[in-house]
């Protein structure tokens, strides 16, 4: 073989494409042939950086918000419960196993600390938004767009700040049930972390401030403003939580 065959073909050995043939014959030349021989391994070595280099990338928490949207758009009208696959089934009992375990649990924090059964319905919540298509009902950072996609579907009209600045890009909104009622979720993203921030009307007229809850990983903190009481959910730490908490009391 001469050293030109042999170099047009070092990708293609490189990447496994070659047939056992061709492969054997390949690694003969390069057994003789130093000059060959280097050429590969500068090659291997560039490809291995390359590789490594290129996994350290992670997709931003709002580009994956915006697939994991796009995606929940597009499935949603064909989903029907009867049509749930049984993968789906499975998955879905096991995230109610889940959260009746740390229900469990949350119980008897609750009760020690004098603190509310919110916490569970939100943990709930919380866990069943993480799965796929159930983050965002709109999609967008723009909080022009998220707070009016809020007229007429719930009965408060909660903060939605522009956090960017603070490293907490918004992520969108979605209507959800818990407590027995319909209400809005403001969705924000630090990191990989997302952040669910719930409000309602509440019982109580003025403000208070911010008290915390934390259990299995995951941090609730809830404060009261403007007659609507907040609750975020997170299993971002609680330091920067509470971080994002007064940046979001601050920005109203
Ligand atoms: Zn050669």
Request: include cysteine; proline fraction near 5%.
């Amino acid at each position: 073989m001469v050293c030109d065959t042999c170099r047009d073909s070092l990708e293609a050995r490189l990447d496994d494409e070659l047939t056992p043939d061709e492969a054997r014959e390949i690694d003969r030349h390069l057994a003789t042939c130093a000059s060959c021989s280097r050429q590969f391994a500068t090659l291997t070595e560039t490809h291995r950086l390359l590789s490594e280099n290129l996994m350290r990338y992670a997709a931003p928490d709002v580009l994956k918000a915006r697939i994991r949207g796009a995606i929940a758009q597009a499935a949603s009208p064909r989903v029907s419960v009867r049509a749930a696959p049984p993968w789906w089934r499975q998955l879905a009992a096991g995230i109610l196993i889940a959260i009746a375990s740390s229900g469990v649990t949350l119980t008897v924090v609750d009760r020690s600390r004098g603190g509310t059964a919110a916490a569970e319905e939100l943990l709930a919540s919380h866990v069943r938004s993480l799965m796929p298509g159930h983050l965002t009902d709109v999609v967008s950072t723009e909080q022009h767009t998220v707070k009016p996609w809020f007229n007429g579907r719930v009965d408060v009209s909660p903060a939605v700040p522009n956090l960017d600045g603070a490293g907490f890009p918004l992520v969108g909104g979605r209507a959800d049930y818990v407590r027995g009622r319909v209400v809005p979720v403001v969705v924000y993203a630090r990191r990989q972390h997302m952040i669910n921030v719930y409000a309602w009307p509440s019982p109580s007229a003025g403000a208070a401030s911010a008290k915390d809850l934390s259990r299995n990983g995951y941090h609730f903190v809830t404060w009261r403003s403007g007659g609507i009481e907040y609750w975020a959910v997170s299993d971002l730490n609680a330091a920067e939580l509470h971080t994002f908490v007064a940046t979001f009391s601050a920005a109203r």
